[in-house]
C-alpha cells in the first residue's frame, strides 16, 4: 500500500468505520445496561440460592465472578427474547431453556454431576425454572403493577420449594454438601432479595419509554458478554470441571432450542418484553411477590429439617418430571402451531 493510499483509505472502508463508530455508544446504552445488571443479578439469586446450589461453600470473590457471569447470560437471554419475538409459553419455555443449559453447563456445572440425572434435574429441571421465575419476576415488578393471586400463591409455592430443596438435597449421600445451619440459610435467602428490592426500587430506570429492540445486544455488547462466558468455558476444561465429551449433550439441546425457535410464528406481535418498555419499577409489587416466597421458605425449611424427608423425594420426582417434560411439550407445541398454519396455506397456493 503507498502513502497516499494509506492516507486516503477506500470510501468502503471509510463508511464502514463510520457506521462502526455510531453503533459504538456505550453511553447511550447505560439505561439498557442498567436494566441487564439487575436482571442478571435476579437469575444469580434465583440460580444460586432460590434453586440452591451450595452458596455457603463459596468464597466473596467467586460471587464478584458469578455476577459477571450471570449478567452476561441474562443479557443473552434478553437478547434471544427479542430477536425470535419470545411471546408464546412454548416459546418462553425454549427460551429459558437456552438460559438453563448454558448455566448449567458453563457456570454452575449441574449438568455433568450424575449424567444424564443431573441434566435432567438440576438443569432442565431446576435452572430452566429458575430462569422462567427470574424473568416473570423481572417483567411483573417493571410493569408496576399489582400482582396477580396466581403469582402469590406460585410465590409461595416456590418458597415452600426452596425450604425443602435446601434442608433435604445436601443430605443426600451422593451430594455431600454442607447441611446449611437454619439461621444462615435463611440469611442467604433473604439478604439478596432485599438487595434486590433495593435495586428495582433505586437503581432502575423508572418513568421512561424503552424501545423493545434496544433490549437486544449490538455487536460490541455480544464480545463483551461472550468473552466472560467463553473463559469459563475454558476454564472449567483445564480444570476437568467441565468434561469435553460432557459438552455434547448440553450444546445439542441449546442448538435444538435456539432452532426450534426460529419455526414460532411471530406474525406482528411484540415479545413479552414489550410489557416493560415503559419503565414503572414498584417496590409494593416486589414487596408482594417476594414475602410469600421468604415466609413460606423459612417454615418449609423449619419442617424438613424433621423427619419429612419423603417430602424431598416428592419434590424430586416433581422436578425431574418438569425437567423431562417442558421440551418435548414445549417444541411439540410449536411444531403443531406450525402445521395447523403454514402447512395449509402452502396447500392452498398449490391447488391455486
Known amino acids: 500500500m503507498t502513502t497516499d493510499q494509506a492516507q486516503n483509505?477506500?470510501?468502503?472502508?471509510?463508511?464502514?468505520?463510520?457506521?462502526?463508530?455510531?453503533?459504538?455508544?456505550?453511553?447511550?446504552?447505560?439505561?439498557?445496561?442498567?436494566?441487564?445488571?439487575?436482571?442478571?443479578?435476579?437469575?444469580?439469586?434465583?440460580?444460586?440460592?432460590?434453586?440452591?446450589?451450595?452458596?455457603?461453600?463459596?468464597?466473596?470473590?467467586?460471587?464478584?465472578?458469578l455476577g459477571v457471569l450471570y449478567v452476561a447470560l441474562g443479557s443473552f437471554l434478553l437478547d434471544v427474547i427479542v430477536r425470535f419475538q419470545v411471546h408464546t409459553p412454548a416459546a418462553i419455555g425454549l427460551a429459558c431453556g437456552v438460559y438453563g443449559v448454558v448455566s448449567g453447563s458453563l457456570i454452575n456445572h449441574g449438568a455433568y454431576h450424575n449424567m444424564p440425572i443431573g441434566l435432567i434435574v438440576r438443569v432442565l429441571g431446576l435452572q430452566v425454572g429458575a430462569g422462567f421465575l427470574a424473568l416473570m419476576l423481572f417483567i411483573i415488578v417493571m410493569r408496576g403493577m399489582s400482582p396477580h393471586p396466581l403469582a402469590l400463591g406460585a410465590s409461595a409455592l416456590v418458597g415452600v420449594a426452596w425450604g425443602i430443596w435446601a434442608a433435604w438435597y445436601p443430605t443426600l449421600p451422593n451430594i455431600a454438601w454442607e447441611v446449611p445451619i437454619r439461621q444462615i440459610a435463611q440469611l442467604y435467602l433473604i439478604v439478596p432479595l432485599i438487595g434486590l428490592g433495593a435495586l428495582y426500587t433505586f437503581f432502575m430506570p423508572r418513568f421512561e419509554v424503552l424501545r423493545?429492540?434496544?433490549?437486544?445486544?449490538?455487536?460490541?455488547?455480544?464480545?463483551?458478554?461472550?468473552?466472560?462466558?467463553?473463559?469459563?468455558?475454558?476454564?472449567?476444561?483445564?480444570?476437568?470441571?467441565?468434561?469435553?465429551?460432557?459438552l455434547i449433550l448440553p450444546a445439542a439441546i441449546l442448538a435444538f432450542c435456539l432452532w426450534a425457535l426460529r419455526f414460532q410464528q411471530p406474525e406482528s406481535d411484540p415479545s413479552i418484553l414489550a410489557q416493560i418498555t415503559f419503565s414503572a419499577p414498584?417496590?409494593?409489587?416486589?414487596?408482594?411477590?417476594?414475602?410469600p416466597l421468604i415466609i413460606f421458605g423459612i417454615v418449609a425449611f423449619d419442617a424438613t429439617r424433621g423427619d419429612l424427608f419423603a417430602v424431598g423425594n416428592l419434590l424430586y420426582i416433581i422436578v425431574a418430571g418438569f425437567g423431562s417434560a417442558w421440551l418435548p411439550f414445549a417444541s411439540g407445541l410449536i411444531f403443531w402451531m406450525v402445521l395447523r398454519t403454514e402447512y395449509p396455506a402452502r396447500r392452498k397456493k398449490r391447488v391455486k
Not at 436482571?39 to 452458596?55: A, I, K, R, Y
Not at 423493545?212 to 470441571?241: A, D, H, K
Not at 414498584?282 to 414475602?291: D, F, N, P, Q, R
Request: hydrophobic share 55%; proline share 7%.
Open 9 to 65: 483509505p477506500p470510501r468502503s472502508l471509510r463508511e464502514a468505520a463510520v457506521r462502526l463508530r455510531q453503533n459504538f455508544k456505550p453511553r447511550g446504552r447505560l439505561p439498557i445496561w442498567r436494566l441487564r445488571l439487575v436482571f442478571g443479578l435476579t437469575l444469580l439469586t434465583f440460580s444460586e440460592v432460590v434453586v440452591w446450589q451450595n452458596p455457603t461453600a463459596r468464597e466473596w470473590y467467586e460471587w464478584l465472578v
Open 212 to 246: 423493545e429492540l434496544n433490549l437486544s445486544l449490538l455487536w460490541w455488547e455480544m464480545i463483551l458478554c461472550g468473552v466472560p462466558l467463553f473463559l469459563s468455558l475454558i476454564v472449567g476444561i483445564l480444570n476437568n470441571t467441565i468434561p469435553a465429551l460432557g
Open 282 to 291: 414498584s417496590l409494593i409489587t416486589y414487596v408482594l411477590l417476594v414475602a
